[in-house]
């Protein structure tokens, strides 16, 4: 079995779906947030093009700090939402391509101000990251619902897709 083959599968079907979400994105929306709890919807998007990158970053690295390091500043359009995708992508994309099946075997782990809240070897993390892709990309779809934007279709037609 190939775990690297099928890493750069998923991570380009992945990336080639959501796309379509990104290229939907409504202008205008940033601040739209369905519940005080929710994140905007800028800052949920560009979170999830921020989850492509997050291969790279974890084959390069064993651990992250969240309480390390400046937040970026939120992107304000599509285009800026598109371009990171982009790069994160093929970031995480070449980092695969070069990566032997022991780079993933080593222990990651995610940390606030030293403590561990997580931890996984590279290759679950790697897992991990593709599910919170495909996790986010839902609730930017009820967020596009609730605005009246298309909603592509993920794993087959969406409703909006559909002739009926």
Do not use: C
């Not at 190939?2 to 990336?15: F, V």
């Not at 700090?65 to 994309?93: I, T, V």
């Not at 030293?114 to 990251?129: D, M, P, Q, V």
């Amino acid at each position: 079995m190939d775990t690297l083959k099928q890493l750069q599968t998923e991570l380009t079907e992945e990336y080639n779906t959501t796309k379509k979400f990104i290229s939907e994105f409504p202008e205008g929306k940033n601040d739209y947030t369905p519940h005080p709890k929710s994140m905007k919807l800028m800052h949920l998007a560009q979170h999830i093009t921020e989850v492509f990158g997050w291969a790279s970053f974890m084959l390069k690295t064993e651990f992250l700090d969240l309480a390390e390091g400046d937040k970026p500043a939120l992107f304000e359009s599509r285009e800026q939402l598109m371009e990171a995708l982009e790069k994160n992508y093929n970031d995480s994309l070449a980092a695969l391509q070069s990566a032997t099946e022991a780079d993933l075997e080593p222990i990651w782990s995610l940390n606030y101000n030293g403590n561990k809240l997580a931890e996984w070897t590279k290759y679950a993390a790697i897992r991990h990251s593709l599910n919170q892709i495909t996790h986010h990309r839902a609730q930017l779809g009820v967020y596009y619902r609730l605005n009246d934007v298309k909603v592509p279709g993920s794993y087959g037609p969406s409703a909006d897709e559909q002739n009926f």
